[in-house]
């Protein structure tokens, strides 16, 4: 006998119901309740609701999050919309990077009366917005090639991840490097050795869009200044005593033995536990999980990427051990 809890095609209704009333608490009730079965139907209506569904909460989250800052939001700005939140994001990141484009030139008037009002938190403010608004566009991406309606490119996953491990293992040996020759004249000084990985703010040549938008979106994105507020990059190795040395397993996989990290590439949305082809790949480094999980990445687009920016910074604290 059919469990009742596999007939999903009986929550049709209430999907649309929820979409339609933009109600956050009855989106998320039903969001638990379907993201464990949907697999198992074979209804490409309710599938096609069910990511209306999850676009719908991440939209109300978006609103909700932004509730103290809408007067930073350009007008008519829709969260529904993703063509409408990058627009959002241009004429924010423009306005900070003090760009001359359509974008900034109709923002900044707009944001210089923020400024007068609120002085240098209006800058805070802004760069808070727009971490905002990158998340909500990595999930609305994400949305859009929800492994229920589209195949991810796995070969660009596994191209992807090979590359950020040998980059980190370069970094890595650069970075023992660097301290091995420091060493004689950090005896008794507290100091810190910061290597990090980045992407490269160039769009990949293999983007599909080559657009000089998606470009300056690109370019936006992969700022760690503008996008997770500055405070985050795909991979960071910290040292901070001869003593106090990291594996080369603990760099790559956070663990001091490989481990592998495919079975949480989830992009946020919780969307690829339902690929089973994803449990293929093999030997996926944290900084996979970590770009896609925690940072505002999309994995559809960072796929392409084949560019970084590696950096190694020296600080040494005056103070004596």
């Known amino acids: 006998m059919e469990k009742p809890y596999l007939k999903t095609e009986s929550y049709l209704s209430e999907i649309k119901e929820a979409?339609?009333?933009?109600?956050?608490?009855?989106?998320?009730?039903?969001?638990?309740?379907?993201?464990?079965?949907?697999?198992?139907?074979?209804?490409?209506?309710?599938?096609?609701?069910?990511?209306?569904?999850?676009?719908?909460?991440?939209?109300?989250?978006?609103?909700?999050?932004?509730?103290?800052?809408?007067?930073?939001?350009?007008?008519?700005?829709?969260?529904?919309?993703?063509?409408?939140?990058?627009?959002a994001i241009l004429k924010l990141a423009g306005t900070y990077e003090s760009e001359e484009d359509e974008y900034a030139l109709a923002y900044k008037p707009y944001y210089r009366e923020l400024e007068r009002h609120y002085g240098n938190e209006a800058e805070d403010s802004l760069i808070g917005v727009l971490?905002?608004?990158?998340?909500?566009?990595?999930?609305?991406?994400?949305?859009?090639?929800?492994?229920?309606?589209?195949?991810?490119?796995?070969?660009?996953?596994?191209?992807?991840?090979?590359?950020?491990?040998?980059?980190?293992?370069?970094?890595?040996?650069?970075?023992?490097?660097?301290?091995?020759?420091?060493?004689?004249?950090?005896?008794?000084?507290?100091?810190?050795l910061k290597a990090t990985i980045d992407f490269s703010e160039k769009l990949p040549e293999e983007f599909p869009d080559q657009s000089s938008r998606m470009k300056k979106l690109w370019k936006y994105m992969c700022s760690p200044e503008l996008n997770n507020r500055g405070e985050f990059s795909i991979a960071e190795l910290s040292i901070y005593g001869p003593d106090e040395i990291p594996s080369l397993n603990h760099f790559l996989y956070l663990c001091d033995y490989e481990d592998d990290w495919s079975h949480l590439l989830s992009g946020e949305c919780g969307c690829y536990y339902l690929l089973p082809e994803i449990q293929t790949l093999r030997n996926i480094g944290y900084c996979m999980h970590n770009l896609t999980d925690h940072l505002n990445y999309s994995i559809h687009e960072v796929i392409y990427a084949t560019d970084f920016k590696c950096s190694l910074n020296f600080e040494v604290d005056e103070m004596e051990l």
């Not at 998320?28 to 490409?44: A, G, P, T, W």
């Not at 195949?151 to 023992?176: F, G, H, P, T, W």
């Open 131 to 192: 971490n905002i608004l990158f998340e909500h566009r990595k999930n609305l991406i994400n949305f859009e090639h929800h492994p229920l309606l589209s195949k991810l490119k796995l070969e660009l996953v596994d191209r992807l991840n090979s590359l950020l491990m040998a980059k980190q293992k370069d970094l890595y040996n650069r970075a023992i490097c660097v301290l091995s020759a420091i060493k004689p004249y950090t005896r008794g000084k507290i100091f810190n």
């Open 19 to 87: 979409i339609y009333s933009k109600n956050r608490e009855q989106t998320d009730v039903l969001i638990k309740k379907l993201r464990h079965q949907m697999s198992d139907s074979d209804s490409q209506e309710l599938k096609t609701n069910y990511i209306s569904l999850w676009k719908n909460w991440a939209a109300l989250k978006a609103e909700h999050e932004l509730e103290d800052y809408k007067e930073y939001l350009p007008d008519n700005t829709d969260l529904f919309s993703l063509n409408s939140v990058e627009d």
